[in-house]
Structure formats: C-alpha cells, structure tokens
C-alpha cells in the first residue's frame, strides 16, 4: 500500500539544520532556525518558567484531562494579554491549541466548516507553514503583495489593492506583529487603513499572533491585532506562547474567536470543540499552566516581562549593530532596514547563489530565500559577518 505514496517534501528549515549540525567548522553561524537565541547561542529556559515549573511540580495532585477547551484560565489570561479588553467577553470563546501551529490547524478547519473552499489570502511571502496548512483543511490559499523587493520594506499600496478588493467570502490572514520571514510590519496607521478596509469589504480576518513582545512591546506590537478585532464584527487570532514564553516544545497555544454574539460565539465554540476531539482529543497542558501561572502572578509577570525585553532589546541592538557594520564596511544604506525591522527576523534580498556560497565557503547559515534569525548573530563576530556577507554579494 505504501508505494502510492509519493516521497513529500520536508519544510527546507529541516533540511538546513541538518546541514548545520553535520558541519563540523568551527565557528560556523546558525541564522537559520526560527528560535531565540542569548549571547551564549543557547535557546534558554526562563527563570519565570522555571519558577512556575515549580510550582507545579510542588503542587499538582493529577494528570487528568482538562477537557476539551483546555486550561481556560490560560485562554483568559491570553485574551486579557493580547487583547486588552477591546472586545466585550461575551464575543470571545477560546480553545487551547497545541502551539500556534495547533491554534491556527483549529481556527483553519473551522473556517473551512463555514466556507468550504474558501479564499484564504497569505502575505507574500509568508511563514512556510501556512500555505500547506490552508490546503490541508482545502481552504484555497491566494497570495497577497507584501513586501518591496527593493526597499525590504512593506509594499502598502500593493498589498492594499488586493486588500480593497476582497469580498464578504474571503479570509485573509494577517500576521499580527514581528512579519515572518521579512521582518518588515505595518505601522499603527496603516493597521487602521487595513481595518477600516475589512470593515468596508466585510472580508474576514484571522490574525497569527506568534511573537507578541518581540517587536517593539507587548501593548506597542498588540495595536494591529487589537484594532483588527475591535473593527470587525468577527474574527479570529491564533496565539503562541512558543518564542515568548520561550516554550517551544511544550505545545502551547489559544485558539480565540470572536463572534458578533454571545450565542454564534458558542455556535464556534461548539466547532472549535468538535475538531478538537476528532483530531488529539485533548490539548497539551503543561505549556499553558506555565503561562498561565506566570499572567496571574505579579511577581512571576514583572520578571517574565524583564525576560522579554532583555531578549527583544537584545535582537534590537544586534540589528542596529549589523546594519551599522556593513554601512561603515560598504558606505551604503542598502541594509539600514534591518535595523527599521522588528522580531526575530529580516528577509535580506540576497540571491541564492549568495546564500549558498555563504553556506559553502563561510558555514552562514540561513534560509534560501535569505531569511536571517537576528537571534543568531554571534554579538562578538558581527564585523566578521558582515565582512563575509559583502564579500560573498560581492
Ligand atoms: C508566523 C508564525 N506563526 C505561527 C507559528 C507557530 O509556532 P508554534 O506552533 O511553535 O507555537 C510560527 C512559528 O515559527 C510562526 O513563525
């Protein structure tokens, strides 16, 4: 039975880290895998998470099942988080999702319960992950203009002509800060032009929360998710607490809808529940107790909030850092952008062929379409890389 299947293709970022671990350089650079990394290249435990770790360990009596919708204590903390109360609760129901990727599965199978077929446009370029997921649940994936090839900025007035022409049946998905790959982002403004936009053509939005605190803050890199969801009568937001609460492996994620009522807000519950019990049944809880300790403490909040800001200061700086290093190297402004991006990641417009001959003969690694994880970027070696990426441009 097995020889109809076809080989499929694995996500190229698998490919490259196992490229990277064979390598055995030194000094070799991982600007490649989509992870957070500290000064020491290490992709830490936070402190708050090991405190509330604890707490659990001290103190849970069981491992029963939590049911269907999850820790709803965690779903509540993370609408009040990324919300902030825009919306009237009465709107919102919640399920727990395993990571983001769970969330946005989820809020995918529903939508496509309500518009079998349906249009769902995705930024172009956009995280690998979400096309394959939209086909998956046989929603039709269409691209939308996103980012100018020259400048590596947003490309507004294209995006906003698609934009302006969707109709009351489409979905478009909105990346809700910190844009993967290209690290390039809308500005408050233009959010207020895409909401007044969806309210205008009725079109509905889904917004893939992955990084909220990465970019410039939590209340500054909540603005576009917030005035989205407060614009429209309904949508829906896919959040991670993988790179923010730096807890990849641990599966946790919320899958938020927000309905026009109380009543279609139960209708979608209903849904949300419904694909989770034909699918894993029962979401992963460890993940969300941790967040979930850590949103309801105050002591463990302020030291999580530290935490995040020492790691989005950090790829802050080492933007601003390279940028500066290939202008004084270069004596041009062709990458001042990755210091205007924000997040984990810049998309640098380097061709293949200089990706590859990084790879080749320098052991840089990054994608091949020339996304870099700021993250990586070793502090000590940054004239180094900046040396080695202008010399492979050539
Ligand atoms: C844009 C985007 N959305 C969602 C996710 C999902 O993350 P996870 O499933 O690990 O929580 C990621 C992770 O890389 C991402 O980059």
Redesign the pocket.
Known sequence: MFETLKKATLDKIFVLMAEYAADPRDGKIDLGV?VYKDPKGVTPVLNSVRKAEQRILDTAKTKVYKGVVGNKEFSAAVVDLALGGVVDLKRIRCVNGA????A?SILMNVLSRARPGGRIFISDPS?P?HWPMAELVGLKPVYYPYFDHQTRLVDFDAMMKVVDGLTPDDTILL?GCCH?PTGANLTPAQWDIVAASLQRTGAFPLV?L??LGFGDGLEADAYGVRKIVSSVPESMV?F????NFGL?RE?A?VAIAIAKDSDSADVVSSQMQNVIRATISQTPDHGAEIVRIILEDMDLRAEWEAELKEMRERMQRLRVKLAEAIRQRSNSKDFDFIAEHSGMFSLLGLKPEVVEKLKLEDAVYMINDSRINVAGIPEDRVGELADKMLAAIG
Do not use: F, I, Q, V
């Open positions: 989509g990571g983001g990727t769970g946005l995280w992950n990346h993967n893939d992955a990084y896919a991670s607490a993988s790179k990849y599966r994620g």
